[in-house]
Antibody, heavy 121, light 107 residues
Framework: EVQLVESGGGLVQPGGSLRLSCAAS????????MGWVRQAPGKGLEWVSTISGSTTKTYYADSVKGRFTISRDNSKNTLYLQMNSLRAEDTALYYCAKYFSVNSGSIFDYWGQGTLVTVSS | EIVLTQSPATLSLSPGERATLSCRASQSVSSQLAWYQQKPGQAPRLLIY???NRAAGIPARLSGSGSGTDFTLTISSLEPEDFAVYYC?????????FGGGTKVEIK
């Protein structure tokens, strides 16, 4: 059974940093691209970032480019999102999501339950 | 970026009725469109990919159609568990984008 468990969210002041983690199990983690998708309170879904299985390729939404860094440790089956220079508009529930297949493009077939990031003074 | 517009924003129907949800893209996405369902307090769930392919475990009463810029998600006969918010999402170009969602509520 595929499981994705996020952690690391919390309350942080504007300008601060957080590192989110996503522990994966139930599939060959290193094979699949992984992504982060966020959802502001009461709002819709927004793709944030994607990383290839081999870690050689990373992609970012314009809204987070230069501030967030996605990475993965395939030996630990863990995905990360380092978030710096946080802004109030980054407040959201952050989901870790697995790609449907290696070459499927951005189809997310499994999602974690999310970790809440609140940016406020 | 490709903008996806979903309509209506809210659909009020009774169990057993047919639901028709629309997603329109600002430019062609070919058939590279997915649909997700989200219930309160839960993560999104993949329903349909590539416009018309049901994901594993998705019942046949849910179906997707369309290509290019106009897509439809149809639920042939609403069950109690179908009342939720539905999102479309394109994958043909970066960044992947989602529609604003359609809430299917009990009338």
């Amino acid at each position: 059974e595929v499981q994705l468990v996020e952690s690391g969210g919390g309350l942080v002041q504007p300008g601060g940093s957080l590192r989110l983690s996503c522990a994966a199990s139930g599939f060959t983690f290193s094979t699949y691209p992984m992504g982060w998708v966020r959802q502001a309170p009461g709002k819709g879904l927004e793709w944030v970032s994607t990383i290839s299985g081999s870690t050689t390729k990373t992609y970012y939404a314009d809204s987070v480019k230069g501030r967030f860094t996605i990475s993965r440790d395939n030996s630990k089956n863990t995905l990360y999102l380092q978030m710096n220079s946080l802004r109030a508009e980054d407040t959201a529930l952050y989901y870790c999501a697995k790609y449907f297949s290696v070459n499927s493009g951005s189809i997310f077939d499994y999602w974690g339950q999310g970790t809440l990031v609140t940016v406020s003074s | 970026e490709i903008v996806l517009t979903q309509s209506p924003a809210t659909l009020s129907l009774s169990p057993g009725e047919r639901a028709t949800l629309s997603c329109r893209a600002s430019q062609s996405v070919s058939s590279q469109l997915a649909w997700y369902q989200q219930k309160p307090g839960q993560a999104p769930r993949l329903l349909i990919y590539d416009a018309s392919n049901r994901a594993a475990g998705i019942p046949a009463r849910l179906s997707g159609s369309g290509s290019g810029t106009d897509f439809t998600l149809t639920i042939s006969s609403l069950e109690p568990e179908d009342f939720a918010v539905y999102y479309c999402q394109q994958r043909i170009s970066w960044p992947p984008t989602f529609g604003g969602g359609t809430k299917v509520e009990i009338k």
